[in-house]
Protein backbone atom coordinates (compact mmCIF):
# COMPACT_ATOMS: atom_id res chain seq x y z
CA UNK A 1 0.00 0.00 0.00
CA UNK A 2 2.37 2.39 -0.92
CA UNK A 3 0.38 5.53 -2.14
CA UNK A 4 -3.25 5.06 -0.43
CA UNK A 5 -4.79 8.28 -0.89
CA UNK A 6 -8.48 7.86 -0.90
CA UNK A 7 -9.13 7.16 2.27
CA UNK A 8 -9.81 10.93 3.05
CA UNK A 9 -12.74 10.69 0.94
CA UNK A 10 -14.20 8.95 3.48
CA UNK A 11 -13.67 11.51 5.93
CA UNK A 12 -17.17 12.99 4.81
CA UNK A 13 -18.33 15.01 7.56
CA UNK A 14 -21.34 14.81 10.42
CA UNK A 15 -24.67 17.04 9.74
CA UNK A 16 -23.91 20.40 8.83
CA UNK A 17 -23.19 22.52 12.94
CA UNK A 18 -25.36 25.03 13.36
CA UNK A 19 -24.15 25.99 17.75
CA UNK A 20 -27.39 27.50 18.16
CA UNK A 21 -29.61 25.14 17.07
CA UNK A 22 -27.26 22.20 18.88
CA UNK A 23 -28.21 23.52 21.81
CA UNK A 24 -31.77 23.58 21.52
CA UNK A 25 -31.57 20.01 19.98
CA UNK A 26 -31.99 18.22 22.94
CA UNK A 27 -34.49 20.48 24.48
CA UNK A 28 -36.92 20.07 21.76
CA UNK A 29 -36.61 16.70 21.61
CA UNK A 30 -36.96 16.14 25.32
CA UNK A 31 -40.65 16.97 25.72
CA UNK A 32 -41.79 14.65 23.14
CA UNK A 33 -42.08 10.81 24.07
CA UNK A 34 -40.72 8.39 22.23
CA UNK A 35 -43.58 7.41 19.76
CA UNK A 36 -43.23 11.84 18.73
CA UNK A 37 -45.27 12.89 16.25
CA UNK A 38 -44.33 10.95 13.08
CA UNK A 39 -46.71 7.88 13.05
CA UNK A 40 -44.85 4.91 11.84
CA UNK A 41 -44.95 2.91 14.67
CA UNK A 42 -41.20 2.54 14.87
CA UNK A 43 -40.43 4.67 17.82
CA UNK A 44 -37.32 7.37 18.19
CA UNK A 45 -33.66 5.48 18.05
CA UNK A 46 -35.45 2.29 16.47
CA UNK A 47 -33.26 1.65 13.79
CA UNK A 48 -30.02 2.36 15.86
CA UNK A 49 -31.03 -0.50 18.08
CA UNK A 50 -32.81 -3.20 15.64
CA UNK A 51 -34.83 -2.85 12.86
CA UNK A 52 -37.27 0.17 12.55
CA UNK A 53 -40.72 -1.16 10.59
CA UNK A 54 -39.08 -4.57 9.73
CA UNK A 55 -41.13 -5.78 6.88
CA UNK A 56 -40.89 -8.11 3.77
CA UNK A 57 -43.62 -6.57 1.38
CA UNK A 58 -42.02 -6.03 -1.64
CA UNK A 59 -43.47 -2.74 -4.36
CA UNK A 60 -43.15 0.65 -4.30
CA UNK A 61 -40.75 3.34 -5.25
CA UNK A 62 -37.44 4.20 -2.40
CA UNK A 63 -36.74 7.69 -2.71
CA UNK A 64 -32.84 9.14 -2.09
CA UNK A 65 -32.07 12.62 -1.73
CA UNK A 66 -28.75 14.13 -1.36
CA UNK A 67 -26.51 16.96 -0.83
CA UNK A 68 -23.97 15.45 -3.12
CA UNK A 69 -23.65 12.64 -5.99
CA UNK A 70 -22.04 9.57 -6.10
CA UNK A 71 -18.05 9.87 -6.17
CA UNK A 72 -19.16 7.45 -9.24
CA UNK A 73 -21.03 4.69 -10.46
CA UNK A 74 -18.29 2.10 -11.65
CA UNK A 75 -17.51 0.12 -9.27
CA UNK A 76 -14.29 0.07 -9.01
CA UNK A 77 -14.35 3.63 -8.87
CA UNK A 78 -15.86 4.35 -5.58
CA UNK A 79 -14.40 5.44 -2.60
CA UNK A 80 -17.38 7.45 -0.74
CA UNK A 81 -18.75 5.30 1.58
CA UNK A 82 -22.35 6.15 1.07
CA UNK A 83 -21.46 4.98 -3.04
CA UNK A 84 -20.09 1.78 -1.34
CA UNK A 85 -23.51 1.23 0.00
CA UNK A 86 -25.66 1.82 -2.82
CA UNK A 87 -23.65 0.21 -5.09
CA UNK A 88 -25.15 -3.46 -3.43
CA UNK A 89 -28.26 -2.66 -5.21
CA UNK A 90 -26.42 -3.35 -8.65
CA UNK A 91 -23.40 -4.76 -8.24
CA UNK A 92 -22.16 -7.68 -6.33
CA UNK A 93 -18.98 -9.31 -4.84
CA UNK A 94 -17.43 -13.05 -3.70
CA UNK A 95 -17.52 -11.83 -0.33
CA UNK A 96 -20.16 -9.26 1.19
CA UNK A 97 -21.52 -8.17 4.86
CA UNK A 98 -23.97 -9.80 6.67
CA UNK A 99 -27.09 -7.95 6.53
CA UNK A 100 -28.05 -7.70 9.91
CA UNK A 101 -28.07 -4.58 12.49
CA UNK A 102 -24.78 -4.36 14.42
CA UNK A 103 -22.67 -6.70 11.92
CA UNK A 104 -20.03 -5.98 10.21
CA UNK A 105 -19.23 -9.91 9.54
CA UNK A 106 -18.02 -11.01 6.27
CA UNK A 107 -20.68 -13.49 4.69
CA UNK A 108 -20.39 -15.00 1.41
CA UNK A 109 -21.90 -13.79 -2.13
CA UNK A 110 -21.36 -14.57 -5.61
CA UNK A 111 -18.92 -17.36 -4.02
CA UNK A 112 -20.45 -20.53 -2.42
CA UNK A 113 -18.33 -19.75 0.96
CA UNK A 114 -15.50 -17.78 2.53
CA UNK A 115 -12.07 -18.31 1.24
CA UNK A 116 -9.94 -21.76 1.09
CA UNK A 117 -7.25 -20.36 2.42
CA UNK A 118 -3.75 -22.59 1.62
CA UNK A 119 0.19 -21.98 1.16
CA UNK A 120 0.35 -19.73 4.85
CA UNK A 121 -2.43 -17.00 4.10
CA UNK A 122 -1.18 -16.30 0.92
CA UNK A 123 -3.64 -18.08 -1.62
CA UNK A 124 -7.36 -17.76 -1.51
CA UNK A 125 -9.83 -19.87 -3.26
CA UNK A 126 -13.62 -19.68 -4.16
CA UNK A 127 -16.45 -21.57 -6.20
CA UNK A 128 -18.93 -19.31 -7.85
CA UNK A 129 -22.81 -20.28 -7.03
CA UNK A 130 -24.94 -21.77 -9.47
CA UNK A 131 -27.56 -18.98 -11.28
CA UNK A 132 -25.59 -15.90 -10.92
CA UNK A 133 -26.19 -13.72 -14.14
CA UNK A 134 -26.02 -10.10 -15.42
CA UNK A 135 -28.55 -7.88 -16.41
CA UNK A 136 -28.74 -9.42 -20.24
CA UNK A 137 -29.36 -12.65 -18.61
CA UNK A 138 -25.92 -14.08 -19.43
CA UNK A 139 -23.63 -16.21 -16.54
CA UNK A 140 -21.36 -14.02 -14.20
CA UNK A 141 -17.98 -15.98 -14.38
CA UNK A 142 -14.71 -16.18 -12.89
CA UNK A 143 -13.61 -14.54 -15.69
CA UNK A 144 -15.50 -11.31 -15.36
CA UNK A 145 -14.50 -11.20 -11.54
CA UNK A 146 -11.16 -11.18 -12.47
CA UNK A 147 -11.47 -8.83 -15.45
CA UNK A 148 -13.15 -6.08 -13.15
CA UNK A 149 -10.60 -6.30 -10.53
CA UNK A 150 -7.85 -6.23 -12.96
CA UNK A 151 -9.35 -2.47 -14.07
CA UNK A 152 -7.92 -0.88 -10.74
CA UNK A 153 -4.52 -1.28 -12.51
CA UNK A 154 -5.75 0.99 -15.27
CA UNK A 155 -5.42 4.44 -12.88
CA UNK A 156 -4.86 6.19 -16.36
CA UNK A 157 -8.29 5.36 -17.04
CA UNK A 158 -10.68 3.72 -13.72
CA UNK A 159 -8.93 6.55 -11.38
CA UNK A 160 -10.59 7.21 -7.83
CA UNK A 161 -11.19 4.07 -6.25
CA UNK A 162 -9.09 2.04 -3.43
CA UNK A 163 -5.63 0.52 -4.27
CA UNK A 164 -5.43 -2.28 -1.67
CA UNK A 165 -6.08 -4.97 -3.86
CA UNK A 166 -3.85 -3.78 -5.87
CA UNK A 167 -1.20 -3.37 -3.53
CA UNK A 168 -1.69 -7.14 -2.06
CA UNK A 169 -1.65 -8.68 -5.17
CA UNK A 170 1.18 -6.86 -7.86
CA UNK A 171 3.31 -4.85 -5.17
CA UNK A 172 5.60 -4.19 -7.54
CA UNK A 173 3.27 -2.66 -10.19
CA UNK A 174 4.52 -5.06 -12.99
CA UNK A 175 0.58 -5.38 -14.41
CA UNK A 176 -0.38 -2.84 -16.47
CA UNK A 177 -4.17 -3.35 -16.37
CA UNK A 178 -6.57 -5.02 -18.92
CA UNK A 179 -6.45 -1.62 -21.51
CA UNK A 180 -2.47 -2.67 -21.97
CA UNK A 181 -2.92 -6.25 -21.69
CA UNK A 182 -1.09 -8.32 -24.42
CA UNK A 183 -2.50 -11.09 -24.06
CA UNK A 184 -5.91 -12.22 -25.89
CA UNK A 185 -8.28 -12.25 -23.51
CA UNK A 186 -6.85 -9.12 -21.59
CA UNK A 187 -6.74 -11.48 -18.41
CA UNK A 188 -2.82 -11.34 -18.23
CA UNK A 189 -2.55 -10.50 -14.05
CA UNK A 190 -0.64 -13.82 -13.10
CA UNK A 191 -1.56 -13.30 -9.16
CA UNK A 192 -5.46 -14.43 -9.91
CA UNK A 193 -6.22 -17.87 -11.71
CA UNK A 194 -9.67 -18.88 -13.15
CA UNK A 195 -9.22 -22.39 -14.24
CA UNK A 196 -12.74 -22.43 -15.18
CA UNK A 197 -15.53 -19.78 -15.20
CA UNK A 198 -16.69 -21.47 -11.72
CA UNK A 199 -13.14 -21.54 -9.81
CA UNK A 200 -11.07 -18.27 -9.10
CA UNK A 201 -8.25 -18.31 -7.15
CA UNK A 202 -5.94 -15.37 -5.88
CA UNK A 203 -1.98 -15.57 -5.41
CA UNK A 204 -0.91 -13.22 -2.42
CA UNK A 205 2.63 -11.46 -2.70
CA UNK A 206 2.70 -12.33 1.10
CA UNK A 207 -0.43 -12.55 3.51
CA UNK A 208 -2.84 -10.12 4.87
CA UNK A 209 -5.36 -11.28 7.18
CA UNK A 210 -7.91 -8.40 5.78
CA UNK A 211 -8.17 -9.91 2.34
CA UNK A 212 -11.77 -10.59 2.22
CA UNK A 213 -11.82 -7.60 3.77
CA UNK A 214 -10.63 -6.00 0.44
CA UNK A 215 -12.68 -8.34 -1.64
CA UNK A 216 -16.03 -7.24 -0.33
CA UNK A 217 -15.67 -3.87 -1.27
CA UNK A 218 -16.88 -2.40 -4.79
CA UNK A 219 -13.16 -2.88 -6.53
CA UNK A 220 -14.17 -6.40 -6.24
CA UNK A 221 -17.35 -6.39 -8.18
CA UNK A 222 -17.07 -8.12 -11.68
CA UNK A 223 -17.38 -6.15 -15.17
CA UNK A 224 -18.49 -7.82 -18.11
CA UNK A 225 -15.36 -7.40 -20.53
CA UNK A 226 -17.93 -6.40 -23.63
CA UNK A 227 -19.55 -3.87 -21.63
CA UNK A 228 -16.85 -2.11 -20.38
CA UNK A 229 -16.54 1.51 -21.28
CA UNK A 230 -13.30 2.50 -20.37
CA UNK A 231 -13.91 5.61 -17.89
CA UNK A 232 -17.59 6.02 -19.66
CA UNK A 233 -18.43 2.71 -17.96
CA UNK A 234 -19.88 4.75 -14.93
CA UNK A 235 -22.82 6.35 -16.84
CA UNK A 236 -23.83 2.81 -17.10
CA UNK A 237 -22.65 0.01 -15.33
CA UNK A 238 -23.84 -3.67 -16.45
CA UNK A 239 -25.89 -5.09 -13.06
CA UNK A 240 -25.02 -8.20 -11.54
CA UNK A 241 -27.71 -7.34 -8.69
CA UNK A 242 -31.45 -7.01 -8.33
CA UNK A 243 -31.53 -3.42 -9.82
CA UNK A 244 -30.32 -2.24 -13.02
CA UNK A 245 -29.88 1.49 -13.85
CA UNK A 246 -33.02 3.45 -16.05
CA UNK A 247 -30.86 7.19 -16.03
CA UNK A 248 -28.29 8.93 -14.73
CA UNK A 249 -27.75 12.29 -14.77
CA UNK A 250 -24.79 13.40 -13.01
CA UNK A 251 -25.65 16.11 -10.36
CA UNK A 252 -29.10 15.08 -10.59
CA UNK A 253 -30.91 12.51 -10.51
CA UNK A 254 -30.92 8.48 -10.98
CA UNK A 255 -33.05 5.57 -11.19
CA UNK A 256 -33.30 1.85 -10.94
CA UNK A 257 -35.75 -0.87 -12.10
CA UNK A 258 -35.95 -4.72 -10.71
CA UNK A 259 -33.28 -6.80 -13.00
CA UNK A 260 -35.55 -9.42 -13.64
CA UNK A 261 -32.21 -11.59 -14.77
CA UNK A 262 -31.22 -11.12 -10.84
CA UNK A 263 -32.33 -14.26 -9.28
CA UNK A 264 -32.87 -14.21 -5.38
CA UNK A 265 -31.99 -18.10 -4.81
CA UNK A 266 -28.26 -17.10 -5.73
CA UNK A 267 -28.57 -14.21 -3.99
CA UNK A 268 -28.90 -14.33 0.09
CA UNK A 269 -28.12 -10.98 0.77
CA UNK A 270 -30.22 -8.52 -1.21
CA UNK A 271 -34.11 -8.79 0.00
CA UNK A 272 -34.94 -6.65 -3.12
CA UNK A 273 -38.18 -4.98 -1.90
CA UNK A 274 -38.70 -2.18 -3.84
CA UNK A 275 -40.05 -2.29 -7.00
CA UNK A 276 -38.13 1.22 -8.12
CA UNK A 277 -35.69 3.14 -6.64
CA UNK A 278 -34.85 6.97 -7.49
CA UNK A 279 -32.31 9.17 -6.23
CA UNK A 280 -32.37 13.12 -6.14
CA UNK A 281 -29.79 15.60 -5.67
CA UNK A 282 -30.33 19.12 -4.35
CA UNK A 283 -27.34 21.15 -2.85
CA UNK A 284 -29.74 23.13 -0.55
CA UNK A 285 -28.78 20.87 2.87
CA UNK A 286 -32.20 22.69 4.65
CA UNK A 287 -34.16 22.23 1.73
CA UNK A 288 -33.22 18.36 1.88
CA UNK A 289 -34.31 18.04 5.65
CA UNK A 290 -37.53 19.60 4.79
CA UNK A 291 -38.76 17.67 2.00
CA UNK A 292 -37.81 15.16 4.39
CA UNK A 293 -39.84 15.65 7.18
CA UNK A 294 -43.10 16.69 4.78
CA UNK A 295 -42.50 13.05 3.69
CA UNK A 296 -41.40 13.74 -0.20
CA UNK A 297 -38.31 11.66 0.26
CA UNK A 298 -37.89 8.69 2.45
CA UNK A 299 -34.22 8.78 3.27
CA UNK A 300 -30.84 10.86 2.64
CA UNK A 301 -28.30 9.57 0.18
CA UNK A 302 -25.00 10.77 2.29
CA UNK A 303 -26.00 9.75 5.56
CA UNK A 304 -24.73 12.34 7.29
CA UNK A 305 -27.06 13.64 9.71
CA UNK A 306 -29.34 16.78 9.87
CA UNK A 307 -29.27 19.97 10.29
CA UNK A 308 -29.37 21.99 13.14
CA UNK A 309 -33.01 23.18 12.15
CA UNK A 310 -33.78 20.28 10.54
CA UNK A 311 -32.71 18.25 13.72
CA UNK A 312 -34.33 21.17 16.18
CA UNK A 313 -37.85 20.43 13.89
CA UNK A 314 -37.61 16.63 13.62
CA UNK A 315 -36.92 15.91 17.27
CA UNK A 316 -39.95 18.19 18.41
CA UNK A 317 -42.67 17.15 15.98
CA UNK A 318 -41.79 14.07 14.78
CA UNK A 319 -39.13 11.69 17.54
CA UNK A 320 -40.72 8.70 16.36
CA UNK A 321 -38.38 9.51 12.56
CA UNK A 322 -35.52 10.20 14.19
CA UNK A 323 -32.68 7.69 14.77
CA UNK A 324 -29.67 9.01 16.63
CA UNK A 325 -26.83 7.38 14.52
CA UNK A 326 -23.60 6.13 16.24
CA UNK A 327 -21.36 6.24 13.12
CA UNK A 328 -17.56 4.86 12.93
CA UNK A 329 -15.61 8.16 12.62
CA UNK A 330 -13.41 9.39 15.25
CA UNK A 331 -13.05 13.73 15.48
CA UNK A 332 -9.57 14.31 16.68
CA UNK A 333 -6.83 16.19 16.79
CA UNK A 334 -3.42 15.19 14.79
CA UNK A 335 -0.25 16.50 16.42
CA UNK A 336 3.14 17.12 14.08
CA UNK A 337 5.75 15.38 15.49
CA UNK A 338 8.12 16.91 13.21
CA UNK A 339 6.72 20.54 13.89
CA UNK A 340 8.91 21.95 17.03
CA UNK A 341 7.80 21.77 19.95
CA UNK A 342 6.02 18.69 19.19
CA UNK A 343 9.01 16.60 18.44
CA UNK A 344 9.05 16.33 22.32
CA UNK A 345 6.60 13.97 23.02
CA UNK A 346 5.95 15.82 26.59
CA UNK A 347 4.85 18.56 24.78
CA UNK A 348 2.85 16.42 22.69
CA UNK A 349 0.94 15.16 26.10
CA UNK A 350 0.57 18.82 27.58
CA UNK A 351 -1.95 19.58 24.95
CA UNK A 352 -4.05 16.43 26.17
CA UNK A 353 -4.55 17.44 29.42
CA UNK A 354 -4.78 21.29 28.99
CA UNK A 355 -7.70 20.31 26.53
CA UNK A 356 -11.46 20.92 27.34
CA UNK A 357 -12.03 17.74 25.76
CA UNK A 358 -16.29 18.44 26.55
CA UNK A 359 -15.69 22.36 25.18
CA UNK A 360 -14.71 20.06 22.00
CA UNK A 361 -17.87 17.77 22.09
CA UNK A 362 -19.52 21.07 22.56
CA UNK A 363 -18.32 22.13 19.31
CA UNK A 364 -19.15 19.37 17.52
CA UNK A 365 -22.86 19.51 18.67
CA UNK A 366 -22.87 17.64 22.42
CA UNK A 367 -23.26 13.72 23.23
CA UNK A 368 -26.37 13.49 20.78
CA UNK A 369 -25.44 15.47 18.04
CA UNK A 370 -21.70 15.63 18.01
CA UNK A 371 -20.53 12.19 19.93
CA UNK A 372 -19.67 10.97 23.20
CA UNK A 373 -15.84 11.26 24.71
CA UNK A 374 -13.49 9.29 23.24
CA UNK A 375 -10.11 8.11 25.27
CA UNK A 376 -8.41 7.08 22.01
CA UNK A 377 -8.36 6.23 18.53
CA UNK A 378 -10.12 3.23 17.67
CA UNK A 379 -13.84 3.51 17.47
CA UNK A 380 -16.08 0.91 18.49
CA UNK A 381 -16.73 -0.40 15.32
CA UNK A 382 -13.41 -1.99 14.97
CA UNK A 383 -12.23 -4.82 16.38
CA UNK A 384 -9.92 -4.40 19.10
CA UNK A 385 -11.04 -1.07 20.35
CA UNK A 386 -11.26 -0.67 24.02
CA UNK A 387 -11.60 1.76 26.47
CA UNK A 388 -7.99 2.55 27.14
CA UNK A 389 -7.40 6.20 28.61
CA UNK A 390 -3.99 7.18 29.39
CA UNK A 391 -4.72 10.77 30.06
CA UNK A 392 -7.91 10.30 32.06
CA UNK A 393 -10.28 11.80 29.94
CA UNK A 394 -13.28 10.05 30.73
CA UNK A 395 -12.57 10.06 34.29
CA UNK A 396 -12.31 13.74 34.63
CA UNK A 397 -14.89 14.20 32.24
CA UNK A 398 -13.53 15.64 29.47
CA UNK A 399 -12.71 18.74 31.32
CA UNK A 400 -8.72 20.06 31.60
CA UNK A 401 -6.23 18.70 34.05
CA UNK A 402 -4.04 22.13 33.81
CA UNK A 403 -2.14 20.56 37.13
CA UNK A 404 -1.01 17.66 34.76
CA UNK A 405 -0.65 20.13 31.60
CA UNK A 406 2.31 22.47 33.32
CA UNK A 407 3.72 19.12 34.51
CA UNK A 408 4.64 17.88 31.26
CA UNK A 409 5.23 21.79 29.89
CA UNK A 410 8.15 21.54 32.53
CA UNK A 411 9.04 18.16 31.85
CA UNK A 412 9.41 19.67 27.65
CA UNK A 413 11.91 22.20 28.66
CA UNK A 414 8.57 24.79 27.66
CA UNK A 415 7.17 25.89 31.58
CA UNK A 416 5.99 29.41 30.32
CA UNK A 417 4.08 27.51 27.27
CA UNK A 418 4.93 28.25 23.81
CA UNK A 419 3.40 29.02 20.17
CA UNK A 420 1.99 27.11 17.22
CA UNK A 421 -0.66 27.16 14.82
CA UNK A 422 -3.66 24.94 14.39
CA UNK A 423 -4.99 23.91 11.29
CA UNK A 424 -9.11 23.58 10.10
CA UNK A 425 -11.08 22.80 7.24
CA UNK A 426 -13.51 25.49 7.17
CA UNK A 427 -15.93 23.64 4.60
CA UNK A 428 -15.81 20.41 7.48
CA UNK A 429 -18.80 21.64 9.79
CA UNK A 430 -17.39 21.63 13.41
CA UNK A 431 -13.55 22.06 12.40
CA UNK A 432 -13.26 25.37 12.58
CA UNK A 433 -15.30 25.39 15.89
CA UNK A 434 -13.34 23.36 17.89
CA UNK A 435 -9.90 24.60 16.53
CA UNK A 436 -11.23 27.79 18.13
CA UNK A 437 -12.42 26.13 21.64
CA UNK A 438 -8.76 24.22 21.85
CA UNK A 439 -7.10 27.42 20.69
CA UNK A 440 -9.15 29.13 24.11
CA UNK A 441 -8.24 25.87 26.42
CA UNK A 442 -4.63 25.55 25.40
CA UNK A 443 -4.12 29.42 26.22
CA UNK A 444 -5.03 29.09 29.55
CA UNK A 445 -1.87 26.82 30.04
CA UNK A 446 0.45 29.47 27.99
CA UNK A 447 0.19 27.31 25.01
CA UNK A 448 -0.71 30.48 22.43
CA UNK A 449 -2.35 29.38 19.21
CA UNK A 450 -3.43 30.85 16.04
CA UNK A 451 -6.05 28.93 14.03
CA UNK A 452 -5.65 29.03 10.03
CA UNK A 453 -8.63 27.88 8.36
CA UNK A 454 -8.05 26.04 4.75
CA UNK A 455 -9.99 25.09 2.12
CA UNK A 456 -10.56 21.15 2.90
CA UNK A 457 -10.57 20.56 -1.15
CA UNK A 458 -6.78 21.58 -0.94
CA UNK A 459 -6.63 19.75 2.48
CA UNK A 460 -4.54 16.92 0.04
CA UNK A 461 -1.87 19.70 -0.62
CA UNK A 462 -1.63 21.17 2.86
CA UNK A 463 -2.11 19.05 5.80
CA UNK A 464 -0.97 16.01 2.94
CA UNK A 465 2.18 17.81 2.66
CA UNK A 466 4.96 17.10 5.07
CA UNK A 467 7.02 20.09 3.74
CA UNK A 468 3.52 22.77 3.38
CA UNK A 469 2.86 21.68 7.11
CA UNK A 470 6.38 22.33 8.58
CA UNK A 471 6.82 25.30 6.41
CA UNK A 472 3.56 26.61 7.81
CA UNK A 473 4.24 25.79 11.16
CA UNK A 474 1.00 23.81 11.39
CA UNK A 475 1.21 22.14 14.89
CA UNK A 476 -2.08 21.11 15.24
CA UNK A 477 -4.74 19.98 12.77
CA UNK A 478 -8.41 19.58 13.72
CA UNK A 479 -10.03 16.36 11.65
CA UNK A 480 -11.95 13.15 11.37
CA UNK A 481 -11.53 9.52 10.01
CA UNK A 482 -13.14 6.77 9.40
CA UNK A 483 -12.57 3.07 8.27
CA UNK A 484 -12.23 1.76 4.80
CA UNK A 485 -13.37 -1.34 6.23
CA UNK A 486 -13.87 -2.75 9.65
CA UNK A 487 -10.15 -3.74 10.95
CA UNK A 488 -7.40 -2.00 12.55
CA UNK A 489 -5.63 -1.45 9.46
CA UNK A 490 -8.46 -0.14 7.18
CA UNK A 491 -9.02 2.42 10.59
CA UNK A 492 -5.47 2.70 11.86
CA UNK A 493 -2.64 2.34 9.10
CA UNK A 494 -2.86 4.95 6.38
CA UNK A 495 -3.16 7.32 9.47
CA UNK A 496 0.18 6.23 11.65
CA UNK A 497 2.32 3.37 9.66
CA UNK A 498 5.57 4.93 8.94
CA UNK A 499 5.53 3.46 6.05
CA UNK A 500 2.45 5.12 4.35
CA UNK A 501 4.45 8.71 4.64
CA UNK A 502 3.51 10.51 1.64
CA UNK A 503 4.83 13.72 0.03
CA UNK A 504 1.54 14.95 -0.91
CA UNK A 505 -1.92 13.44 -0.30
CA UNK A 506 -0.52 12.06 2.92
CA UNK A 507 -2.46 11.06 5.85
CA UNK A 508 0.21 10.52 8.25
CA UNK A 509 0.03 13.78 9.77
CA UNK A 510 2.29 13.60 12.65
CA UNK A 511 4.56 11.31 10.61
CA UNK A 512 4.67 8.97 12.99
CA UNK A 513 7.38 5.95 11.89
CA UNK A 514 7.79 3.65 15.24
CA UNK A 515 8.94 0.72 14.60
CA UNK A 516 6.85 -1.03 17.44
CA UNK A 517 3.48 0.50 15.43
CA UNK A 518 5.02 -0.68 12.18
CA UNK A 519 5.98 -4.21 13.34
CA UNK A 520 1.93 -4.53 14.91
CA UNK A 521 0.69 -3.73 11.54
CA UNK A 522 2.82 -6.66 10.20
CA UNK A 523 1.70 -8.65 12.87
CA UNK A 524 -1.68 -8.45 12.63
CA UNK A 525 -1.58 -9.15 8.69
CA UNK A 526 -0.34 -12.01 8.78
CA UNK A 527 -2.92 -13.49 11.51
CA UNK A 528 -5.64 -15.00 9.34
CA UNK A 529 -7.91 -15.03 13.08
CA UNK A 530 -9.54 -12.18 13.13
CA UNK A 531 -9.84 -12.19 17.20
CA UNK A 532 -6.44 -12.38 17.28
CA UNK A 533 -5.40 -10.03 14.58
CA UNK A 534 -7.91 -7.82 16.81
CA UNK A 535 -5.52 -8.17 20.12
CA UNK A 536 -2.70 -7.00 18.47
CA UNK A 537 -4.44 -4.23 17.00
CA UNK A 538 -5.45 -2.90 20.39
CA UNK A 539 -2.08 -3.31 21.55
CA UNK A 540 -1.05 -1.10 18.18
CA UNK A 541 -4.11 1.43 19.63
CA UNK A 542 -2.44 1.64 22.83
CA UNK A 543 0.89 2.37 21.68
CA UNK A 544 -0.88 5.16 19.55
CA UNK A 545 -1.92 7.06 22.36
CA UNK A 546 0.89 5.98 24.26
CA UNK A 547 3.24 8.14 21.79
CA UNK A 548 0.31 11.05 22.10
CA UNK A 549 0.81 11.74 18.44
CA UNK A 550 -3.61 11.74 17.98
CA UNK A 551 -5.82 13.26 20.02
CA UNK A 552 -8.99 11.56 19.88
CA UNK A 553 -12.32 13.81 21.31
CA UNK A 554 -15.31 11.86 20.14
CA UNK A 555 -16.63 9.09 18.58
CA UNK A 556 -19.16 10.55 15.88
CA UNK A 557 -23.02 10.81 16.50
CA UNK A 558 -26.01 12.15 14.24
CA UNK A 559 -29.53 12.33 13.74
CA UNK A 560 -30.92 10.86 10.87
CA UNK A 561 -33.96 10.99 9.36
CA UNK A 562 -36.32 7.57 8.66
CA UNK A 563 -39.34 8.31 6.57
CA UNK A 564 -42.72 7.18 7.54
CA UNK A 565 -42.80 4.66 4.72
CA UNK A 566 -39.54 3.49 5.34
CA UNK A 567 -39.19 -0.51 6.21
CA UNK A 568 -36.24 -2.51 7.15
CA UNK A 569 -33.95 0.25 8.56
CA UNK A 570 -31.38 -0.19 10.86
CA UNK A 571 -27.85 1.09 11.24
CA UNK A 572 -24.75 -0.38 9.56
CA UNK A 573 -21.45 -0.80 11.31
CA UNK A 574 -20.04 -2.49 8.28
CA UNK A 575 -21.37 1.38 6.21
CA UNK A 576 -20.10 3.57 8.78
CA UNK A 577 -23.27 3.48 10.77
CA UNK A 578 -25.59 4.92 7.67
CA UNK A 579 -28.69 2.74 7.04
CA UNK A 580 -28.22 -0.84 5.11
CA UNK A 581 -29.49 0.58 1.74
CA UNK A 582 -29.97 -2.74 0.34
CA UNK A 583 -32.25 -4.17 3.05
CA UNK A 584 -34.61 -1.15 3.11
CA UNK A 585 -38.19 -0.91 1.51
CA UNK A 586 -41.66 1.23 1.33
CA UNK A 587 -44.84 1.08 2.87
Known sequence: MTSQRSPRRRRIAAATVVVGALMATAACGGDKDDKGGGGDGAGYNAGM??????????????????KQDFDSLDPQRQYYGMAWDFSRFYARQLISYEPKPGSNKLVPDLATDLGKISDDGKTYTYTLRDGVTWEDGSPITSKDIKYGIERLWAKD?????????????DPK??????????????????AIETPDDKTITFHLAKPNGDFEQLLAMPAGSPVKQS???GAQYANHPMSSGPYKFTSYKAGKSAELVRNDKWNKASDPIRPALPDRITVTINSNVEAIDKLLIK???????????????????ALKEHKANVDNIQTSFTRYVDIATK???????????????????????????????????????????????????????LKRGGKPDVAKAREELKACGKPDGFSTTIVARNNQPGEVEGAESLQQSLGKVGIKAEVDPIDGAQSAGITGSPSVVKKKGYGLSVTGWGPDFPTGQGFSRPLVDGR???????????????????KYFDEALAETDPAKAAEIYKKMNHRVSDLAVEMAFVYEKNFSWRGSRLTNAYSSPAYNGR????????K
Open 173 to 190: GKYKGPYKDKTKDKLGLS
Open 500 to 518: FIQQSGNYNYSETNDAQIN
Open 157 to 169: VISGGPTYLVDVL
Open 339 to 393: VAPFDNIHCRKAVFYAADYKSLQTARGGPEAGGELAPNMLPKSVAGSDDYDPYGV
Open 49 to 66: TGIANKSTKKGGTLRFIG
Open 579 to 586: YDYVSLGV
Open 295 to 313: GDYDVDLNGTGMTGSGRAQ
Open 227 to 229: ADK
